[in-house]
Nanobody
Framework: QVHLVESGGGLVQAGGSLRLSCAAS????????MGWFRQAPGKDREIVAAISWTGDSTWHADSVKGRFFISRDNAMNMVTLQMNSVNPEDAAVYYC?????????????????????WGHGTQVTVSS
């Protein structure tokens, strides 16, 4: 019922910034918890950040805390990931995901199993 399309990926210089966007279809977007995940070649998909349905509460992984910031604009059906001070370890395919049953920040929202819909991903490459 929800289609997610990521954009904004590409090549960024180490230390630079990049902003990823996720456009969502559906009128119920504002009722879903949202998350950003990333997956590097040969590695498991890991959660990067999550945001509650209202956008008033966020969570960021230790690896990106203080550098990456998740936000959402429910009026625009959009969730974003602002990436600052990127490093080569940040290179990965980034996915946005929507959770129908988990709308607030809890441990459940940190699990891949909590998410019902996924985007196709956008590639982020970091040059040094």
């Amino acid at each position: 019922q929800v289609h997610l399309v990521e954009s904004g990926g590409g090549l960024v210089q180490a230390g630079g910034s990049l902003r990823l966007s996720c456009a969502a279809s559906g009128r119920a977007f504002s009722t879903y918890g949202m998350g950003w995940f990333r997956q590097a070649p040969g590695k498991d998909r890991e959660i990067v950040a999550a945001i509650s349905w209202t956008g008033d509460s966020t969570w960021h992984a230790d690896s990106v805390k203080g550098r990456f910031f998740i936000s959402r604009d429910n009026a625009m059906n959009m969730v974003t990931l602002q990436m600052n001070s990127v490093n080569p370890e940040d290179a990965a395919v980034y996915y946005c995901a929507a959770s129908r049953g988990n709308r607030v920040i809890t441990s459940a929202l940190m699990s891949r199993g909590a998410y019902d819909w996924w985007g196709h991903g956008t590639q982020v490459t970091v040059s040094s």
